[in-house]
Every structure is written in structure tokens, then in C-alpha cells.
């Protein structure tokens, strides 16, 4: 069995990525939801209903653990699939998310206890990292900046071009507004590592940047030494698939933009529902 990887589009291959760098003798499966992306400005309702159908082929796939590489995803439907649908579906599965890890992080870098969120709208609006942030380091102070434009900018091939300058711009102009004492940022977005550039062009050097692919893995790797019941079942032939609800050869010619040239991408389409 393998391991599936759960995106609303591309932004999730920059999780990927990562996972094949630290666990490259496992077997991955990838599954975008590029039809229907971006998830960021939908219902809570909806988001949930998607991600459900996803896991669901991942797991009609072979996946005996699912990453949801998607914060929407992760805030809005985790708890409830992990909750309500995992012990109809087979409870001998696992579903995780991004928030967590990216939360534990965070303890031993800040050092004013000011940390600042860069999100879509629809993260934001779950509060799923305040919440989390609060339950883990309740003298910590957050502060959330909704960032609607940067995924259509990622998706759409424009986030290294000048005018996405002015979007990156304004939203990090409007959550430093919020305190001046942050000192550290998570990227709440697995798309908006592609925006780097531009958002360190912006951001004070002195703020510590959270981008989720390295802590996400480090996290899965920890996951799979505690849990032998889990990893025993995973096959390890270094061997990655891909699978897309729009258009296959549109969906190749992007993720090489993500993942590079050294990895083949040949994507299957899937119908969800």
C-alpha cells in the first residue's frame, strides 16, 4: 500500500516534493483536484465534500495513509473525515493534515510570541491555526492576513511576474499593520512557497519564514516510526503516480514547475464523486 498526497491543485506538490526527498524509498500517489481548485473561497460544506470523494479514491488506490497537502482541506474537513467518515470507511487507515505540524514548529522559533499567518480565506476564516496555536501555546499572540489573489496567481503561472509585486505586497503590508513584534511567519498555503521570492523581496529580513514541505515530512517521518502497525503495510519501490480531475497533459506541463525535472510526471485523469 502507499502513501497518497491530497491537494485542491499544484500547491501540494511542493509537500510532495519534500516527502520524496526525506522518504524517497516509499511509494507515493498524487491527487489534484484541479478541476474544481481553488478550494480557498468555498463552504465549509463543500470543501468537506471534496476532500471526502478524494480520500475516497485515494483509498480505492492503494493509499493506507492520506496527506491532506491542502491548509483549506486540513482546517475545514480533517476533523470531521477523521471523526465521522474514517471508521465507516476503514478505520485501519489514517487521515493527517498540515496544521498540526506547522503549529509544533513555530514553539522554538519565535521569540516575541508574535506570529503572523499568511492564509487563504478560507483558512482564515477556521481559525484552525489560532485554535491550534492557542491549545498548544496558550500565551502565544496570532495574527491572520487572508491572501485571496496569491493562489489564482500560483495556479495561473503569474507569481514570479512584476504584477503579482503589488498583491504579495499588500497582504504583508496588512499583517504587519496587525503588531509590529511578529517575528515569525508560516506560509499557511502549501502554494505559496512558489512565491518566495517574492515574498522575501518584502517581508523584513529579520522575520523567520514557516514553509510547510520540510516540516510536514520531518513530521511523516516521525509519524511512520511511532506508528510500525501503519508502516509495515507500505510498499517501498520509489515509485510516484499522479492523477488529476482536469486536463492530464495541462497538469504535467505545471507540475514540473514544482517538482523539477528529475521527476517524471505522467497524470491519469479521475472523476470524484
Known amino acids: 500500500m502507499v502513501i497518497g498526497v491530497f491537494d485542491s491543485g499544484f500547491g501540494g506538490l511542493t509537500i510532495l516534493r519534500e516527502l520524496i526527498r526525506q522518504l524517497p524509498e516509499y511509494d507515493f500517489i498524487y491527487l489534484g483536484d484541479n478541476a474544481r481548485a481553488p478550494y480557498g473561497t468555498r463552504s465549509f460544506e463543500t470543501v468537506y465534500q471534496y476532500t471526502l470523494q478524494a480520500v475516497k479514491k485515494l483509498f480505492e488506490l492503494d493509499a493506507k495513509l492520506v496527506i491532506l497537502a491542502c491548509n483549506t482541506a486540513s482546517a475545514k474537513a480533517l476533523r ?41 480565506p478560507g483558512t482564515v476564516s477556521s481559525r484552525s491555526y489560532e485554535l491550534e496555536i492557542k491549545k498548544l501555546f496558550p500565551d502565544m499572540n496570532v495574527f491572520q492576513q487572508a491572501c485571496p489573489m496569491w493562489v489564482p496567481l500560483v495556479e495561473n503561472g503569474e507569481h514570479l511576474n512584476p504584477g503579482a509585486d503589488y498583491f504579495v505586497n499588500k497582504c504583508i503590508l496588512k499583517l504587519l499593520e496587525q503588531s509590529s ?45 511511532r506508528h510500525p502497525e501503519i508502516e509495515r503495510f507500505l510498499t517501498k519501490n520509489s515509485t510516484v503516480r ?19 525535472p528529475d521527476i517524471k510526471v505522467n497524470s491519469q485523469k479521475v472523476v470524484l464523486v
Do not use: N, W
Open 80 to 120: 470531521t473525515i477523521q471523526q465521522k467518515d474514517l471508521p465507516q470507511l476503514d478505520s485501519s487507515r489514517r487521515v493527517l493534515g498540515v496544521i498540526r505540524p506547522s503549529v509544533e514548529a513555530i514553539g522554538e522559533l519565535t521569540k516575541t510570541k508574535h506570529v503572523g499567518i499568511l492564509a487563504t
Open 181 to 225: 513584534m511578529i517575528d515569525t511567519v508560516i506560509l499557511a498555503c502549501t502554494h505559496y512557497p512558489l512565491l518566495l521570492p517574492k515574498i522575501k523581496k518584502f517581508l523584513p529580513k529579520q522575520i523567520k519564514i514557516v514553509s510547510q514541505g520540510p516540516i510536514v515530512a520531518q513530521s511523516l517521518k516521525q509519524y511512520l516510526i
Open 242 to 260: 499522479f492523477f488529476t480531475t482536469d486536463v492530464p497533459e495541462q497538469f504535467d506541463l505545471q507540475a514540473i514547475k514544482y517538482l523539477g
